[in-house]
């Protein structure tokens, strides 16, 4: 049995934002950080805001890959504020923080209240990058520093209740960003499509996120101000994350999350150079066989119209598709080209594979892999 689900509502492109005029609400929080103000992305929230006579208060201290105190100063912010909505407004980092300070709430709410007493704030999502799709997921990923760990979170308390896709929110993204960002888009669409937990509905929302992706990443990097190129990633974003959030991803996303918490390099693109290394891995090319695993990365080949001979074949040429796709954009095929020091890596290859073979991301890997995989993937995303 699949089961899928949707409860997010979702408004996408010229004009959405103009939603939360509509909205019964008298007061709100605005989880954020100080790039958002800067750019003056803020002050357009605030202009809808004012029009509609709402009141506000801005939460702005939130950074890249958010701490565990992050989230407590966030969690100490609403709960003294009480606000009808919570708005996220921001890139992946920002929507998983207001995630977890939503969850947090709630739960804490539950240590002093009955549930039936506790009200939950509208929870607006509103992404600023194409990426995570963090927007239509119950997922978010916070980094407690004292370990150097990542740490997965799940539950429905975390779903948005209503993403606002505005393409124009991301015209002013670098275009490494929407490099590292854009892969993320194709790894989710990707992992959840050969996921042991797919079916026939994640497989339609990972397959058009797919297309999308793949036809508009290099326009929306080479030009970024093509609003329709950003609009279709954003929109391949969300499907991706609807995709992920019913279907689950893999040790694609495991491995990231491991290397993300020990090293300095973004998730997006940790994601990109594990990516060639991981289809060979879960195709069966790496132990021949490819005729017992590699059929849905052939199903995607054929798509791409990679017609060659055999299925071997195809999802070779997939691999080289994104490896190609790696290089258009700047992106290393290898961790050892960021700076990372080998023994560094080494060292820490063991405990890497340790949390990735932990992670929530890993029961839905198409293929079963030991920590033995784990710590060669890695040390063939090194080289």
């Not at 119950?138 to 740490?151: C, L, N």
């Amino acid at each position: 049995m699949h089961t899928f689900g949707l409860k997010t509502q979702i408004l996408s492109g010229e004009g959405s934002l103009e939603y939360i005029e509509t909205l019964n609400v008298n007061s709100v929080c605005i989880v954020t950080d100080m790039t958002m103000i800067k750019i003056g992305a803020l002050a357009r929230i605030a202009k809808v805001l004012d029009k509609a006579s709402i009141k506000y208060r801005i939460f702005d201290s939130v950074e890249a890959d958010p701490s565990l105190d992050t989230v407590r100063k966030g969690l100490n912010h609403i709960i003294e504020n009480k606000p009808d909505a919570l708005i996220a407004v921001g890139g992946g980092s920002v929507i998983d923080a207001a995630k977890a300070i939503m969850f947090f709430c709630i739960k804490t709410k539950e240590e002093l209240v009955h549930k039936s007493e506790i009200h939950k704030p509208l929870f607006i999502a509103i992404p600023t990058t194409s990426g995570t799709g963090s927007e239509v997921t119950s997922f978010s990923v916070i980094t407690d520093y004292s370990t150097s760990t990542k740490i997965p979170l799940t539950d429905p308390l975390m779903l948005p209740d209503i993403a606002i896709l505005d393409a124009g929110f991301t015209l002013s993204v670098p275009p490494f960003v929407t490099a590292d960002t854009g892969m993320d888009v194709i790894t989710h669409a990707l992992e959840a499509y050969v996921s042991n937990s797919a079916g026939s509905f994640s497989d339609v929302y990972a397959e058009k996120a797919l297309d999308l992706a793949l036809k508009n990443l290099i326009t929306a990097y080479e030009n970024g101000s093509d609003v329709k190129a950003r609009q279709n990633m954003h929109d391949a974003s969300c499907m991706a994350g609807i995709a992920f959030t019913n279907a689950g991803l893999g040790i694609n996303h495991s491995l990231a999350h491991a290397i993300g918490g020990r090293f300095k390099i973004s998730h997006g693109r940790a994601n990109a150079i594990l990516m060639p290394h991981i289809i060979s891995f879960n195709s069966g090319l790496l132990d021949e066989t490819t005729e017992i695993y590699g059929a849905k990365y052939d199903q995607i080949a054929k798509k791409l119209g990679l017609n060659l001979a055999t299925r071997e074949e195809r999802v070779i040429a997939f691999i080289e598709l994104i490896k190609k796709l790696n290089e258009v954009m700047g992106i290393q095929s290898s961790f050892r080209a960021y700076g990372i020091n080998e023994n560094d890596f080494i060292k820490v290859i063991s405990e890497m594979a340790d949390s990735a073979l932990g992670d929530i991301c890993t029961g839905s890997n198409p293929k079963k892999a030991t920590k033995f995989d784990l710590e060669k993937i890695l040390k063939l995303a090194f080289q």
